[in-house]
């Protein structure tokens, strides 16, 4: 069935180091990805998306990179600091099937260490 | 910075009861949302809304649930009878267009608690 889903519940960095975060996605109809931010209490937060004709896409301190071949989407996060600690999300649209509904992974916790 | 509000921000039911959960989306946007969380887990879409109705939906968002925009400003999730399984954190989300030039922006989340 369809699915986002993400490898590592949980990521622990030092402070300063890059990050990856991972997810694997299973609907081939998917053509429009994004990755939020979650920190405790709050909403969601957009931080970037990508399209499915592009492969990387770069932001402030963030890279999202695609690879369609095997359905796998990361989160790269230069330089983290303490403020990055949060739950991050992948969620996929498939425009192509008219589902415009975002369906989010199941989340991965950053925990940046001093 | 334009920000999508939710009242309450808590509210505790018993179960059976009635709840409407409010959203103030932001002003110029065309496209609104219900999505939850249940606690721990992932956030989980329940409806969209455009034009005064709705333009999709999912399986969780049964015949309990509805939606409204009953002015220009709020945008409303009534649940009428509510269940234990309906304890979760509601988002309430809104976007100028839809599709992929469409970024949804979300509240800060209505949590629920049913007894």
């Known amino acids: 069935g369809e699915s986002v889903g993400l490898h590592l519940p949980t990521l622990s960095v030092q402070e300063g180091d890059n990050s990856i975060i991972n997810c694997a996605y299973s609907?081939?109809?998917?053509?429009?990805f994004i990755w939020y931010k979650q920190e405790s209490g709050k909403g969601p937060q957009f931080i970037i998306d990508?399209?499915?004709?592009?492969d990387k896409r770069q932001g402030q301190r963030v890279t999202v990179l695609l690879n369609k071949t095997v359905k796998h989407l990361s989160l790269q996060i230069a330089a983290t600091q303490p403020g990055d600690s949060a739950v991050y999300f992948c969620?996929?649209?498939?425009?192509?099937?008219?589902?415009?509904?975002?369906?989010f992974g199941s989340g991965t916790r950053l925990q940046v260490q001093p | 910075e334009p920000e999508v509000t939710q009242t309450p921000s808590h509210q505790v039911t018993q179960m059976g009861q009635e709840v409407i959960l409010r959203c103030v989306p932001i002003?110029?946007?065309?496209?609104f949302y219900w999505y939850r969380q249940i606690l721990g887990q992932k956030v989980e879409f329940l409806v969209s809304?455009?034009?005064?109705?709705?333009?999709?939906k999912s399986e969780i968002f049964d015949d309990q649930f509805s939606v409204e925009r009953p002015d220009g400003s709020n945008f409303t999730l009534k649940i009428r009878s509510t269940k234990l399984e309906d304890s979760a954190m509601y988002f309430c989300?809104?976007?100028?267009?839809?599709?992929?030039?469409?970024?949804?922006?979300f509240g800060e989340g209505s949590r629920l608690t049913v007894l």
């Open positions: 002003s110029n946007h065309l496209y």
């Open positions: 989300a809104s976007s100028l267009t839809s599709g992929s030039t469409g970024e949804l922006f």
């Open positions: 609907n081939s109809a998917s053509d429009y």
């Open positions: 990508i399209r499915s004709n592009m």
């Open positions: 809304f455009y034009n005064n109705e709705i333009s999709e």
């Open positions: 969620a996929d649209q498939g425009m192509d099937t008219g589902r415009r509904a975002l369906t």
